[in-house]
């Protein structure tokens, strides 16, 4: 057999070489300056006088009987007219009851038996209570100012402080491509 001459071929690739430095950011953020001064509200309060109390316990003197003379013989005149009209009212009904003597009974001794226990009507006081005594209480009237308070703020913020650096790429041939053909030795003699 009979060898048949080759071509032999040898390849290189380019190959790239990379430097690489990567960027930088650095932020730095300041406090902001904040001051707040306040003034209190203030409230101020003044009274013009004091105030009054009236205490009239003249209804409750008058129901112990102990009160001016004036207005317990007021009252007792007052009554005094009921007590004679009651009185008028109980003659009548004795008057009808001797007129009615034909009904039977006893109507004198019933009658006699009757007034001689009976009760006298007089004066009477009315009933001593906390009721009979008038307060009267006219409050004083408070004047008020106020004043109102303030806050004042002052604020100031400190800008960002950004520093950056840039990152570079450097890039180089790190090896270069090649092409290498090599022809076989041919023997010419035959």
């Not at 950011?25 to 409230?43: G, S």
């Not at 112990?64 to 317990?72: F, K, N, R, S, T």
């Not at 009979?132 to 004083?140: A, E, G, R």
């Not at 703020?153 to 950004?162: D, G, K, L, T, Y």
């Amino acid at each position: 057999m009979v060898s048949i001459p080759r071509i032999q071929i040898f390849q290189q690739y380019a190959q790239i070489g990379l430097d690489i430095t990567q960027g930088k950011a650095e932020m730095k953020m300041p406090k902001a300056t904040f001051e707040m001064d306040a003034k209190n509200p203030k409230v101020l309060v003044t009274s013009s006088g004091k105030a009054e109390m009236r205490i009239n316990q003249d209804r409750a003197w008058d129901a112990l009987a102990i009160g001016d003379h004036l207005p317990y013989m007021q009252n007792i005149y007052q009554q005094g007219k009921q007590i004679s009209l009651e009185g008028i009212k109980r003659r009548v009904q004795d008057g009808d009851r001797l007129a009615a003597i034909h009904l039977g009974g006893n109507p004198i001794a019933e009658n006699a038996k009757q007034h001689a226990f009976a009760e006298v009507p007089i004066y009477k006081t009315g009933p001593a209570s906390t009721l009979n005594v008038d307060v009267k209480v006219t409050p004083n009237t408070p004047k008020i100012d106020s004043q109102q308070g303030t806050v004042d703020v002052q604020s100031q913020q400190i800008p960002f402080e950004i520093n950056f650096t840039f990152g570079k790429t450097d890039v180089y041939l790190l090896q270069k491509n090649a092409l290498d053909v090599q022809s076989p030795q041919i023997d010419m003699q035959i």
